[in-house]
């Protein structure tokens, strides 16, 4: 596995998978959080509001 780190524009890049970062209490992403949920349609949104996601340490999702 190979992991790279790179400066741009996250709905550019082509990958197999990106990690995305949500502090806990945020309830609307933004930044490349937001860029992805939004290329989504609302997936971490919907996390979010749902309660199944609160961007507590160590929690994750995979969407």
């Given at each position: 596995?190979?992991i790279?780190v790179r400066?741009?524009?996250?709905?550019?890049?082509?990958?197999?998978?990106v990690?995305v970062n949500?502090?806990?209490?945020?309830?609307?992403p933004?930044g490349?959080?937001?860029?992805v949920?939004?290329?989504?349609?609302?997936a971490?949104?919907?996390?979010?509001?749902s309660?199944?996601?609160r961007?507590?340490?160590g929690?994750?999702?995979v969407?």
């Amino acid at each position: 596995m190979n992991i790279d780190v790179r400066q741009g524009f996250i709905q550019e890049i082509d990958a197999d998978a990106v990690v995305v970062n949500l502090f806990r209490g945020v309830t609307r992403p933004g930044g490349a959080t937001g860029a992805v949920d939004k290329a989504l349609g609302g997936a971490i949104t919907e996390l979010i509001t749902s309660g199944d996601f609160r961007g507590k340490l160590g929690e994750t999702a995979v969407l």
